[in-house]
């Protein structure tokens, strides 16, 4: 059967093309950094955000996935959807509604797993270096 039988054209779309693939410096303050693994297959992802300080607005997000197709299309969706939106609201974004996107099938569920988890990760880190900062700013004083 032909890959476009078997998946739904989106993923095949942003399989083929897709978006916001690339890396942020992980030391920019402005930069969260999430990396998670699935455990079902080894797959490892990472989805990076940029943030604009002032509003908590994410301006720029990207992803590299050494994984299967599915994962590959889940992060590229979620570096599109995440762009321009609040930090607040991207971390509600479900699995299942990546997979609804795409279409996913079942067993690739925890394709769409990763990305879930993976800009829920960028953004807790994203805080913690806030934080950091911050602690690190009353050391001064
Ligand atoms: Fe790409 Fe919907 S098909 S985000
Ligand atoms: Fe592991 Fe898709 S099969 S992320």
Redesign the pocket.
Known sequence: PSLSRLYHERVVDHYNNPRNVGSFDKNDPTVGTGLVG?P????V?KLQIKVDEDSGKIVDACFK?F?????IA?SSVVTEWVKGKQMEEVVSIKNTEIAKHLSLPPV?L??SM?AEDAIKAAVKDYHAKRAKGASSGADIL
């Open positions: 699935a079902a297959c080894g797959d992802m996935t994984g299967c197709g599915s994962a889940s690739k925890h394709c990763l």
